[in-house]
């Protein structure tokens, strides 16, 4: 009995001994391996990229501005606002100017009533001299009138001619004055409606406002100025080395953080030559008019162009790429999880990711996390599942 029990004892201890130890190779291992992540080296397309700073620009900024010196009632908007196109600003009183109208208006046309109604009178009149020189030329003719008869007849018709040229003259000098008047009190109204509405004349912000409710407007002062949101640009400078690879069209994205907007825009213009201070060549994207809303003049932008476009290449994560005395190099592992540096030559940098031209051919298991602890035939611990990049 007891030896029985002495060698459940001693089984038992050795169960022990040999676990601790597995334990402890265990933890050996796990202290002489190095943790990384991983990813499968994939082939794809890329596009290098070059990131500028540029700001949006209004393609078209407009005051609205009256001709008069008036009483403003109501004030619809504030600095800030956006406005569509017709939408009305303020409301002015514009009593007294319409009044001015009518009374122009009616002026004008009873001048015009009274010329038609003098002509026609005086045209008779000088039909009636001149049928009277024409029979007293008759009679002297014929020796039954004299001389001074036929020359006071030709004296009575020039008479009448100048009466009614003098008169008519008088009442077009009258009817163009009410009609200068109304066209003046006309102008005096552009921009305003006939119930004294000034309307946006562009769709836009809202940049200034000199209009106060129960103040006054006056053309010294443009009532308000807006600046257009339908045809927003984003201005930017490039080097030499990239203005050649631009062209008119191309595609290109936008991030406005002021206005919490990304979009892609398009490339409406290149400047030919640099700017004699910044020696920067300018650059003009057109913003979509989908984005444009929210957009003021002067916000900052970051614009990034994509150039140099590469299909079917090996691509790896920017953040594996090293460099070294002897070049740039990646770490690969083996299926035993075994380390190895391969020196890489780079082509296109794009969003993160770098071509590689030599030294990967795709498929290889590729270090992205913990490569900076790694040398050459280090055992690796992967701690992630594998991520194709």
Do not use: W
């Not at 334990?23 to 990813?39: G, K, R």
């Not at 008759?138 to 009448?160: I, P, R, T, V, W």
């Not at 209009?211 to 400078?237: L, R």
Request: negative net charge; aromatic residues 4%; hydrophobic residues 40%.
């Amino acid at each position: 009995m007891k030896k029985r029990i002495f060698s459940l004892v001693l089984a038992l201890s050795c169960m022990a001994v040999l676990s601790a130890c597995g334990e402890e190779e265990t933890a050996e291992t796990e202290e002489s391996s190095t943790a990384v992540e991983i990813a499968t080296v994939e082939r794809g397309s890329i596009s290098s990229e070059s990131n500028v700073s540029g700001q949006v620009v209004s393609d078209g900024q407009e005051s609205v501005s009256v001709a008069l010196s008036v009483r403003c009632t109501d004030v619809y908007v504030e600095v800030g606002d956006t406005v569509s196109a017709g939408q009305a600003i303020c409301k002015l009183d514009i009593s007294a100017t319409m009044a001015n109208y009518e009374t122009a208006s009616m002026s004008y046309d009873n001048a015009k009533k009274s010329y038609a109604e003098q002509s026609s009178l005086l045209s008779q009149q000088v039909a009636q001299a001149e049928k009277n020189v024409s029979d007293t030329q008759a009679l002297f003719d014929m020796g039954a009138a004299s001389q001074a008869e036929l020359d006071s007849a030709k004296l009575s018709l020039e008479n009448a001619k100048a009466s009614m040229n003098s008169a008519l003259d008088q009442l077009e000098v009258g009817m163009q004055n009410y009609k200068a008047t109304m066209e003046q009190l006309k102008a005096s109204l552009a921009n305003v409606d006939s119930n004294g509405n000034v309307a946006a004349p562009i769709s836009g912000t809202i940049l200034s406002l000199s209009a106060v409710e129960n103040g006054f407007v006056s053309p010294s002062a443009p009532v308000a100025t807006i600046d257009s949101t339908t045809d927003m640009e984003v201005k930017v400078g490039v080097s030499e080395s990239l203005i050649g690879k631009l062209q008119v069209g191309g595609r290109v994205s936008v991030s406005i953080d002021a206005a919490d907007k990304e979009f892609q825009g398009t490339i409406s213009a290149l400047e030919k030559s640099a700017d004699a201070t910044t020696h920067l060549y300018g650059v003009t994207i057109q913003v979509p008019s989908a984005y444009s809303r929210g957009l003021l003049s002067g916000m900052f932008a970051d614009v990034t162009f994509y150039t140099d476009t590469q299909s079917d290449v090996v691509i790896v994560p920017t953040e594996a790429i090293q460099t070294g005395m002897d070049g740039q190099y990646v770490y690969t592992i083996d299926s035993d999880n075994i380390a190895h540096r391969i020196p890489v030559e780079t082509g296109l940098v794009g969003d993160g990711e770098t071509e590689i031209t030599s030294g990967l051919s795709g498929g290889e298991t590729l270090v992205t996390v913990g490569q900076f602890y790694l040398s050459e035939g280090a055992a690796v611990r992967v701690v992630a599942p594998e991520v194709a990049s």
